[in-house]
């Protein structure tokens, strides 16, 4: 048994101090968008195409265990100030943190990546109770370039469907692209800093079931 064998829904529980309710998780209900699938990969993962606003085309597929090894490239084309805005304890724990949100036990993970499978961003959704956390890490020089707001849109997909009532996040001062992503999701977004000045933004999700 390694170190994350022991149940970990969530990588900012412990200092998210959320209102509304002891247990520190928003409740209620909103609107979203769900994405269709546009096919399948040859293991049969659900595949989405989505063009970004400068006209290139990336591919959104649920990634595992076995793409350890891509999401790792990931890291090692991502700035240290990028990885801290992403990872509580920056560069030196990022790495460390991949094993445990790839293997799929508390949540899942959605990959962006290119044609040539090189991946261009990745983003989990972890099932805290009734809610879910979301969180995203997009390639520097792919930023602001409509990555984040496609992954999003998939981690918001498989919340819903998996019957949460409610999404958060926490950002790190300067993350632009979390923040701008939950933005242009059109849910009622509430935001409040907490004890170590991190923005944690939260929004109901409608009740909707797996057709």
Sequence with gaps: MDKWDTPRPTLHLARLGLP??????PSGRGRAALAPDAGTTRHGTALTEATLAGGERVWLRRVGEADLPAALDLHARCSPGNLAQRYPGGAREA????????????????AAHLGTGQLVGLGHVLWDGPESEVALLVADDWQRRGVGGALLGALVALAVARHSAGL??????????????????????????????????????????VR
Excluded: I
Aim: with cysteine.
């Design 95 to 110: 790495d460390d943190y991949l094993r445990h949100l790839l293997n799929g036990r508390h949540g899942a993970s959605v």
């Design 168 to 209: 958060y996040a926490v950002a790190q001062a300067g993350d632009a692209e979390l923040l701008g992503a939950l933005r242009a999701t059109g849910l009622p977004l509430t935001e409040h800093s907490d004890a170590d000045d991190a923005l944690v933004v939260s929004a109901p999700l409608p009740a909707r079931g």
């Design 20 to 25: 509304g309710r002891g247990d520190g998780c």
